[in-house]
Nanobody, 123 residues
Framework: QVQLVESGGGLVQAGGSLRLSCAAS????????MGWFRQAPGNKREFVAG????????YYVSSVKGRFTISRDNVKNTVYLQMNSLKPEDTAVYYC????????????????WGRGTQVTVSS
């Protein structure tokens, strides 16, 4: 079983940037697809970004394309989410998750989850 710990969240003004990290222990991430999800109050958890095992291919929800970048360092067993040009609507708890196999934006197909990190964007 892999343990995931997110960090890097906080309070930022609109237009600012944050870099989230997801550190794994207990198992290597190098053979897993990784995803970032977010959940705002009253909303369902939604897929934000995903990255293949080698890091070659990345996926984004349309609302964050051009602003967010997902990356991974398999040596450090860590996945990142660089968030630029943040908007108030990006406010949510952000989670990372693992998935065996290829891309999916369906949260039910992910098998390990962190506890999340809060991102709050003020206007």
């Amino acid at each position: 079983q892999v343990q995931l710990v997110e960090s890097g969240g906080g309070l930022v003004q609109a237009g600012g940037s944050l870099r989230l990290s997801c550190a794994a222990s207990g198992r290597t991430l190098s053979n897993t697809f990784m995803g970032w999800f977010r959940q705002a109050p009253g909303n369902k958890r939604e897929f934000v970004a995903g990255i293949t095992q080698t890091g070659v291919t990345r996926y984004y929800v349309s609302s964050v394309k051009g602003r967010f970048t997902i990356s991974r360092d398999n040596v450090k067993n860590t996945v990142y989410l660089q968030m630029n040009s943040l908007k108030p609507e990006d406010t949510a708890v952000y989670y990372c998750a693992t998935r065996m196999g290829s891309y999916s934006d369906y949260e039910g197909s992910y098998d390990n989850w962190g506890r999340g990190t809060q991102v709050t964007v003020s206007s």
